[in-house]
């Protein structure tokens, strides 16, 4: 579980094939001293598991499969691709966003991108299936950044980050026509299903 407080940002220095997959390698200014192999670390909202590491050069291993290739942005991940890091939530640690998995759901694309003062407001699409899990006020996970959603329109919605969180994170460097990693909010999801199983 994670809270999508992003903690680190990482960089692929490599990207090996497998036969369904892909190996990344991932350079980060982690704390190689409590990381461990198995552990799971959120890249850009993807749950993927530490599967080596190189304490020495501040690098370690993860594979992302089929599934994960096909609904997220690792796909088009690469050599040079900055990705938002967060470790796994930890028994006492502060819960500062909201309870995030690390399964997404899907990617949304930025249709906007609008400075307001020093923040910027961030405008996306969602899938049309994804969409009845959106509300206004409510949390949603993009790129594994826990965000506050502003407003929605049928499948559209935008969200607002300000400048700390900007320069901590690869929002920095996003644009329209971007997709981002989309993890919908546990309860709305089974809230819905609650509510078809009526």
Not at 18 to 24: K, S, Y
Not at 122 to 138: E, M, Q, S, W
Not at 168 to 196: C, F, H, I, P
Request: aromatic share 6%; proline share 2%; hydrophobic share 40%.
């Amino acid at each position: 579980m994670f809270t999508g407080i992003v903690t680190y940002m990482g960089e692929i220095t490599a990207v090996e094939p497998l036969a369904e997959g892909r190996r990344f390698t991932i350079k980060a200014a982690l704390d190689f001293s409590t990381l461990e192999i198995g552990a799971s670390i959120a890249h850009g909202g993807v749950c993927l598991t530490v599967t080596s590491m190189n304490p020495a050069q501040t690098t370690y291993c993860v594979e992302a499969w089929e599934e994960a290739l096909r609904l997220t942005t690792a796909g088009t991940w690469d050599v040079g691709t900055r990705l938002n890091l967060e470790r796994a939530l930890r028994v006492g640690d502060e819960l500062g966003g909201h309870i995030v998995s690390g399964h997404v759901d899907g990617k949304a694309r930025i249709i906007s991108v609008v400075g307001e003062g020093e923040a910027t407001r961030f405008v996306l699409r969602a899938p049309d299936t994804l969409a009845k899990f959106i509300a206004p006020k409510g949390s949603v996970a993009l790129d594994g950044t826990s965000l506050t959603i502003n407003s929605v329109s049928k499948s559209e919605f935008d969200v607002l980050l300000i400048a700390h969180s900007l320069s901590v994170t690869t929002w920095q460097s996003r644009k329209m026509g971007d997709d981002v990693n989309l993890e919908v909010d546990t309860m709305a999801r089974y809230a819905a299903r609650l509510l078809e199983t009526r």
